[in-house]
């Protein structure tokens, strides 16, 4: 059973813009009291009072150099602390957006997203998909419920080019007339069989991603779990990055072989 008692002390010791501060700048490197009240413009009286506080919560510890530095415990609490920041910078957007099926593993990671910018609006949605494809030279991943016509050709183009491309869509996929006939005419099935394209299934997408080796993007649907193209959010960041590709991974291991009878126009 969980010790609420002391967990809430931890957060007590952590309401401090201050004290958040000075974490998130040993996470950096070591640095003394007069080196972050400079930083901070605060007295270094204010920056010893909160250094002490920490010492006593082992959040950080005096170094032989007259340093301070991060604990085990203080540099642990720091990779938690963007989960909260991430949530409550986004708040807004998960008052109407939820997480779907999205598995508790990659919840508990949810502040490797931190470090990201929300697009909105549908045009500009669809435009950075586009930029995704164009910029990718080594793959193109995919976790959709859909598949605009405007981005086939461009991920035709891109495989034509020696890019990878999988592709994970769900069984109830709003599929656009004239999806087959464009299909045929790029050139698209000499690619599948070839196995340059490769495609799967899910019985349900609700969090969707797209990425390529450089960039990323992560849509989360609304409340009743149906994806919302309206907004997503995209990065170049590192954590974001590896984040969406993580998940694509375990969509693909978890998913069944793709069945075109299940789509339907």
């Known amino acids: 059973m969980i010790n609420f008692e002391n967990t809430s002390a931890e957060f007590?010791?952590?309401a401090s813009e201050v004290r958040l501060k000075i974490l998130f700048e040993l996470v950096e490197k070591p640095s003394r009291i007069t080196t972050l009240a400079k930083k901070f413009n605060v007295s270094a009286q204010e920056i010893h009072r909160n250094f002490e506080r920490m010492v006593n919560t082992g959040l950080i510890s005096k170094q032989k150099d007259n340093n301070y530095g991060l604990t085990t415990f203080g540099r642990a609490m720091c990779t938690q602390i963007h989960s909260v920041s991430y949530l409550s910078q986004n708040k807004k957007y998960f008052s109407n957006h939820g997480f779907g099926n999205l598995s508790p593993k990659f919840l508990r990671r949810i502040g490797d997203l931190s470090n990201s910018e929300e697009i909105t609006g549908v045009a500009k949605v669809l435009e950075t998909w586009k930029k995704i494809y164009r910029s990718a030279d080594e793959y193109i991943f995919n976790v959709l419920d859909e598949t605009p016509l405007d981005l086939i050709e461009l991920m035709i183009k891109r495989v034509k080019r020696g890019t990878k491309y999988r592709h994970i869509?769900?069984?109830n996929a709003s599929?656009?007339?004239g999806r087959k006939k464009l299909l045929e005419k790029s050139g698209f099935y000499p690619l599948l069989e070839s196995e340059k394209i490769q495609r799967r299934m899910l019985n349900s997408v609700q969090v969707s991603v797209i990425l390529n080796e450089n960039s990323a993007a992560l849509m989360f649907?609304?409340?009743t779990g149906k994806p919302d193209l309206r907004s997503?959010?995209?990065s170049k960041d590192e954590s974001f990055h590896e984040w969406c590709l993580d998940y694509f991974k375990h969509c693909w291991?978890?998913?069944?072989?793709?069945?075109?009878?299940?789509l339907k126009e």
């Open 253 to 262: 291991n978890i998913s069944d072989p793709f069945k075109e009878f299940k």
């Open 232 to 234: 997503m959010f995209y």
């Open 12 to 14: 007590l010791e952590l």
């Open 221 to 223: 649907p609304d409340l």
């Open 169 to 171: 869509i769900s069984e």
């Open 175 to 177: 599929i656009p007339k």
